[in-house]
């Protein structure tokens, strides 16, 4: 996503796994960067993300998202050093991330989440996150909403929303998937099975918002891809010897 974080433009990463705004500190690139008056009170802070550990500063700094109702926001930040003169950011690709995450999930040591100052300050109607998201051939259509604030039909539904996740008291996510359908029919799922438990572990279903991939206990694969096939969405050829 585009961000302008005090007069400079950014572009990054969306994250549903931390909560935090990371952007570069000063010393960090000549061209990307926040002024040294805008990190001066901040606190040491050192972060872990996606393997590696970085060294900054927590802050506050003024942020817009273009093309939003969300303009001159006073949020917590986080503004770290680069890793490497290959990164403008903490990404090879994003001057840095833009973390919506419960605060259990948060990577950082700033005094509150940027989805909590946002609400909090009355930027967003509702602390929530609206996500859109499309198969591969559709995803122009894909979108993130910051504060929920419209339903818009696409991707071929009626715009109602069709799954809620209730940010939990402990560090982990949990959905309750009410109907899975394919090619517009309810999949017939096999009852209790995310309640199943095997060697002692309950199979869990896990959907990642930042990937293109979902994990289902194979008895619920299974279903899906009978379910698929019997759709004629997928021809399947038999080698006979």
């Given at each position: 996503?585009?961000?302008n974080?005090?007069?400079?433009?950014?572009n990054?990463?969306v994250?549903?796994?931390i909560?935090?705004?990371?952007?570069?500190?000063?010393?960090?690139?000549?061209?990307?960067s926040?002024?040294?008056?805008?990190?001066?009170?901040?606190q040491?802070?050192?972060i872990?993300?996606?393997?590696?550990?970085?060294?900054?500063?927590t802050?506050?700094a003024?942020?817009?998202?273009?093309?939003?109702?969300?303009?001159g926001?006073?949020?917590p930040?986080l503004?770290?050093?680069?890793?490497?003169?290959?990164?403008?950011?903490?990404?090879?690709?994003?001057?840095?991330?833009f973390?919506?995450?419960?605060?259990?999930f948060?990577?950082?040591?700033?005094?509150?989440?940027?989805?909590?100052?946002?609400?909090?300050?009355?930027?967003?109607?509702?602390n929530?996150?609206?996500?859109?998201?499309c198969?591969?051939?559709?995803?122009?259509d894909?979108?993130?909403?910051?504060?929920?604030?419209?339903?818009?039909?696409?991707?071929?539904t009626?715009?109602?929303?069709?799954?809620?996740?209730?940010?939990?008291?402990?560090?982990?996510?949990?959905?309750?998937?009410?109907?899975?359908?394919?090619?517009?029919?309810?999949?017939?799922?096999?009852?209790?099975?995310?309640?199943?438990?095997k060697?002692?572990?309950?199979?869990?279903?896990?959907?990642?918002?930042?990937?293109?991939?979902?994990?289902?206990?194979?008895?619920?694969?299974?279903?899906?891809?009978?379910?698929?096939?019997d759709?004629?969405?997928?021809?399947?050829?038999?080698?006979?010897?």
């Open positions: 996503m585009r961000f974080v005090h007069g400079v433009n950014l990054l990463q994250d549903s796994t909560s935090n705004i990371v952007v570069p500190l000063p010393s960090s690139s000549s061209d990307v926040l002024t040294p008056q805008h990190t001066s009170n901040g040491p802070v050192t872990y993300y996606k393997g590696e550990e970085y060294n900054g500063v802050s506050t003024t942020v817009t998202i273009p093309g939003t109702s969300i303009t926001a006073n949020l930040v503004a770290v050093e680069k890793q490497s003169e290959d990164l403008v950011g903490i990404h090879p690709e994003f001057d840095g991330v973390g919506f995450a419960y605060s259990s948060s990577k950082r040591r700033s005094p509150a989440t940027a989805m909590d100052a946002l609400y909090k300050d009355g930027n967003i109607p509702k929530e996150v609206g996500l859109q998201l198969p591969y051939g559709m995803l122009s894909s979108f993130i909403n910051i504060g929920n604030t419209k339903v818009t039909a696409k991707c071929g009626d715009g109602r929303s069709i799954a809620w996740v209730r940010s939990p008291s402990n560090d982990q996510f949990s959905i309750n998937i009410k109907s899975i359908l394919v090619n517009e029919k309810p999949v017939e799922l096999p009852a209790e099975f995310q309640k199943r438990v060697d002692g572990r309950t199979l869990y279903s896990v959907i990642q918002t930042c990937l293109t991939y979902m994990y289902f206990p194979r008895v619920v694969v299974d279903t899906l891809v009978d379910a698929i096939v759709s004629g969405a997928i021809t399947v050829k038999k080698n006979y010897a």
